[in-house]
């Protein structure tokens, strides 16, 4: 059993350290928000992931996962130090590497002899290094184990993960962090650390690739008369092509993919490469967003200059509350921006939404929908699909539909009086 401290208790670290915690690891969360700490004391989660709380709080119980704002106390007992601290991007598309850099300067004094200081933030090739010498010490490793989870399964993925990848020059820390991953069953994947900072980076924008070059066929399938629904499907059941990500929707958002997309371009250039590529994957996502407002706009005549839209999901995906880079708040800003009055629902949503201040926020879906000319589904909540579309047509002025996830039955709809429009096939 390790004893491992967790730096930033945010949906990496506060997932990593419950599940530690359940590998049988004693574990300790640090964050610089008191509140957060607090709560989490208590067992109380504020961010929806699947499983977590519980595991939180088995770990609570059982003694093996506690939580301080106390860094110094948190990493000075620990054997192994997991840095999951933001990395967000800067205005000119690098990475902001002041959270990671200011822990690191911060915790090398405090660190035991041979403590593996292990980097789970996703960070610029080179920063594994860049720790090792801001920490300043010769007696502390430090290799870099890139996180894959994805929000809303953030717990399945980390217990059963497709692969755990571990680099560093110090064979015997990499050995260290490998065994802490005993019972996830998963392969190891033990390299330098340049090609483990870079497995991340390269995986991410694969990722982002797939899903630009779907909402591309699907724009395509809208010109020709074809439905993206069938050919996603049919190219999917290819092997190398592989059916996951082939959904079309608004465009890509989160907390991941805009920014590691724009940092591997700036990394890419940085390093004299040109990731034409890439770019081309980041402005193809802009335009899908362009895309889904001008369907809207469209779809009410041509203004939203004072059209009522009803809005359904601002989360960036289902089943988890996480809105930074929301490709549904961006639709909605933009909407906004153009003179719509918005009124969203989302399940992790009341009150007003800080970054959509203008915003009404209705208590369900069908209220959301009262009064309004269109509704826009952008987020694809599985509850959205099983709304009654009769009973969303008694109360909306109009009888646009404009289903940006292809969540919602055309035929159903339709049936109902509703103008369905999907992405990526022309209805019937
Ligand atoms: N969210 C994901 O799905 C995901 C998946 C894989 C990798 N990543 C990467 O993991 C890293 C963390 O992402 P996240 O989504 O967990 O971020 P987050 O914002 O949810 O969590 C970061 C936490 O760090 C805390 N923090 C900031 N400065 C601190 C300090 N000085 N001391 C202690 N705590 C501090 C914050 O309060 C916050 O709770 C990023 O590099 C991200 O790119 C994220």
């Not at 962090?177 to 340049?194: E, F």
Request: hydrophobic residues 45%.
């Amino acid at each position: 059993m390790a004893e491992i401290a967790v730096v930033g208790a945010g949906y990496v670290g506060l997932t990593s350290g419950a599940c530690f915690s359940h590998l049988g690891h004693h574990v300790v969360c640090i964050d610089n928000v008191e509140s957060k700490i607090e709560t989490l004391s208590r067992g109380q989660v504020s961010i929806v992931e699947e499983g977590l709380e519980g595991l939180v709080q088995a770990g609570i119980s059982r003694n093996t996962l506690r939580f301080t704002s106390d860094t110094q106390a948190g990493v000075s007992s620990a054997d192994y130090v997991f840095l999951c601290l933001p990395t967000p991007d800067l205005p000119n598309g690098s990475v902001d590497m002041s959270y990671v850099d200011a822990v690191a300067k911060q915790i090398g004094p405090w660190l035991r002899p041979g403590t593996v200081v292990v980097n789970k933030s996703t960070v610029p090739v080179g920063t594994t290094r860049h720790v090792a010498q801001l920490l300043g010490r010769d007696d502390v490793s430090v290799v870099s184990n890139p996180e894959f989870l994805r929000e809303g399964n953030a717990v399945a993925d980390f217990l059963n993960p497709s692969r755990v990848v571990i680099g560093g020059d110090d064979a015997a820390a990499v050995e260290r962090v490998a065994k802490l991953y005993d019972g996830t069953n998963s392969p190891v994947i033990r390299c330098d650390a340049t090609s483990a900072e870079t497995i991340k980076y390269a995986a991410n924008a694969y990722l982002a690739t797939k899903i630009s070059f779907i909402n591309s066929i699907a724009n395509i399938c809208e010109h020709l008369g074809a439905d993206v629904r069938v050919v996603a499907d049919a190219i999917g059941r290819d092997p190398r092509i592989g059916g996951q990500f082939l959904q079309p929707g608004p465009g890509f958002g989160g907390s991941c993919f805009p920014k590691d997309t724009i940092g591997l371009l700036r990394l890419a250039g940085d390093a004299g490469y040109d990731f034409g590529v890439l770019r081309s994957v980041i402005e193809a996502n802009d335009q899908q967003l362009a895309r889904t407002v001008s369907k809207v706009r469209d779809a009410v005549g041509g203004s939203l200059r004072g059209v009522a839209i009803a809005v359904w999901g601002l989360t960036f995906k289902a089943n988890t509350d996480d809105r930074r880079h929301s490709p549904a708040v961006e639709v909605v800003r933009r909407l906004v921006a153009e003179g719509a009055r918005v009124t969203a629902f989302d399940p992790t949503v009341s009150g007003v939404v800080p970054e959509l201040p203008s915003v009404g926020v209705a208590a369900n879906a069908i209220e959301a929908c009262r009064g309004a000319e269109a509704l826009v589904v952008l987020t694809e909540w599985r509850e959205f699909a099983i709304v009654p579309p009769a009973s969303v047509r008694e109360v909306m002025a109009g009888a646009a539909v404009m289903d940006a996830r292809n969540l919602l039955d055309p035929g159903l709809w339709r049936s109902v009086g509703f103008v369905y429009q999907g992405v990526g096939f022309r209805p019937q």
